[in-house]
């Protein structure tokens, strides 16, 4: 039976002829149909891949052509691929097709990907539990009376349950490392400007990244690999030359400078069997040589709002497009007249979550309001930024927990506040636009699993994935 370990093993299998590209997606194309009650995929392009999987079988004459030669990858539903829906998980884009590849989507079939098949999402990238989707909520393989997180929900569920190699997702506010978090995966959310945004639909354009879900740091080194670097549909990306993650992943002995979040550890929300492993976790590695300080953090209280004011006030310009006249649903059945369409298509077409958020989005930019809440809100912003850049003078990582809770049951947050809340720690990252990394390094007693997040400077990937790979391979040899 085909197993994947690691891209690299897949590759070496490939070369000794012990599998082939079609054994991989017919392996996963089962899987996903054994797995269907997961609801991890809104479509999976299996004749497709198939036929992908086949050219790749008879052109590979015993050398790998490509970095991502034959690896089965998943989309969120926010990523276009040329030809084939896409829907953002909402009615709105009903029977949508994307004219054009996103670059990341570009980039991996140039270098030889197949891609398996559209991931279920939160409409529009908006929610942290799945259950916003317009298609149903998709399950955590680990519980499925759990949520699997959000909004990339489908994404790292795909990576969970062997449904995928790798899988990409977007993240504006932690919706990769959230869902990365619950599920037992890793998930990467690279700097902001790291990977183009062309072709990925926006939800916060000045907070949306597409990150990556893998098995193990070395995939997910080798996927973004491929998919960073500068595009001329984005000038948000850095046009520095994209390093060569895989290769640089060295395990190197170096003792790191680490800190944390005093408010982070006392609010009064996390769980208290998180916090205690973490902070054992903390103590092996000061035992390691490595210096762990704790920090004060007076603006942790404010960031979740701030985020949300500044994230809505872009949707709410985002999502203005979704007119019923050019893309997806309309409706004309009882239009009278252009402005009873716009109407009647969104009100229809968009699910509540949506809607509260573009509303929210008006309020906070509406005349009378913008300088009390927009303005002020981007004053934070950017006094994040200024206290961020001090501390890593100082300091190579900031450890936080990626959610103050393990996975919850479906219809555990009534409240979309208490929802809204539970972002505490994984909004910074989008706030500031720097790299961070959910790593599956701890199970509850509950049994489900969790994650020690870790964030760096600006530019700094390199360092995070080194650090992260040591992590995950400490934990191994324990
Ligand atoms: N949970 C956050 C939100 O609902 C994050 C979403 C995201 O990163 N796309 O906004």
Redesign the pocket.
């Known amino acids: 039976m085909f197993r994947f370990t690691t891209i690299k093993d897949y590759h070496n299998a490939l070369l000794n002829g012990t599998t082939t590209c079609v054994d991989a997606v017919r392996f996963y194309t089962q899987s996903i149909k054994d797995q269907q009650h997961l609801n991890a995929f809104l479509e999976v392009f299996e004749e497709e891949a198939l036929a992908q999987a086949l050219a790749l079988d008879n052109q590979r004459n015993g050398s790998i052509q490509g970095k991502l030669h034959g690896v089965v990858v998943a989309l969120k539903d926010v990523i276009c691929y040329k030809g084939h829906k896409v829907s953002a998980a909402s009615r709105i884009l009903d029977n949508f097709t994307s004219i054009y590849n996103a670059t990341a989507v570009e980039k991996l079939l140039a270098e030889g990907a197949i891609i398996i098949g559209r991931n279920n999402c ?1 409409e529009f ?4 539990s799945n259950e ?1 989707s317009a298609f149903g909520a998709v399950k955590n393989a680990a519980d499925e009376t759990k949520v699997p997180g ?3 929900g489908g994404s790292a569920v795909a990576v969970q349950a062997n449904m995928c190699m790798v899988s990409l997702g ?7 490392r ?1 869902p990365a978090d619950f599920c037992g995966v890793v998930g990467l959310k690279p700097g902001y400007g790291r990977i183009s945004r062309y072709g990925l639909i926006a ?2 354009s000045s ?2 990244q597409i990150g990556i879900f893998g098995n193990n740091i070395e995939d997910v080194a080798l996927t973004l690999e491929v998919i960073a670097g500068a595009d001329e549909y984005d000038s948000t990306v850095s046009t520095d030359a994209v390093p060569e993650f895989s290769e640089l992943l060295k395990t190197e002995d170096k003792k790191y400078r680490f800190c944390y979040f005093r408010q982070a550890f006392e609010n009064a929300s996390l769980d208290v069997e998180i916090r205690t492993q973490i902070e054992v976790f903390m103590k092996t590695l000061t035992d390691a040589e490595h210096s762990v300080e704790i920090v004060d953090f007076e603006l942790l209280d404010f960031i979740v709002p701030v ?2 004011v500044l ?1 809505t006030a872009e949707a709410s310009s985002n999502l203005s497009r979704y007119d019923g006249v050019r893309f997806g649903y309309r409706n004309t059945a009882n239009s009278a007249d252009l402005s009873d369409m716009y109407t009647n298509t969104r009100s229809e077409a968009f699910g509540k ?1 949506v809607k509260r ?1 573009i509303m929210l989005g008006n309020f906070v930019l509406s005349a009378g309001y913008f300088d009390a809440y927009f303005t002020k809100a981007q004053q934070v912003r950017q006094l994040l930024i200024n206290q961020t850049d001090q501390l890593f003078n100082n300091y190579d990582f900031i450890i936080l927990p990626t959610s103050p809770t393990t996975a919850f049951s479906f219809g555990a947050h009534k409240d979309p506040v208490e ?2 809340l ?2 505490i720690y ?2 910074y990252a ?1 706030l500031v636009g720097i790299p961070a990394i959910s790593l599956p390094l701890f199970r509850h007693q509950n049994n489900m699993p969790f994650s020690l997040q870790l964030l760096a400077s600006r530019d700094s990937e390199v360092s995070l994935l080194c650090v992260s790979q040591n992590l995950l391979h400490q934990k191994r040899d324990r």
């Open positions: 939160d990238a908006m929610g942290s916003n959000g909004s990339s977007s993240d504006t506010g932690g919706s990769v959230q939800y916060a907070f949306d985020y949300y994230t979550e958020r929802m809204f539970a972002d994984t909004v989008n």
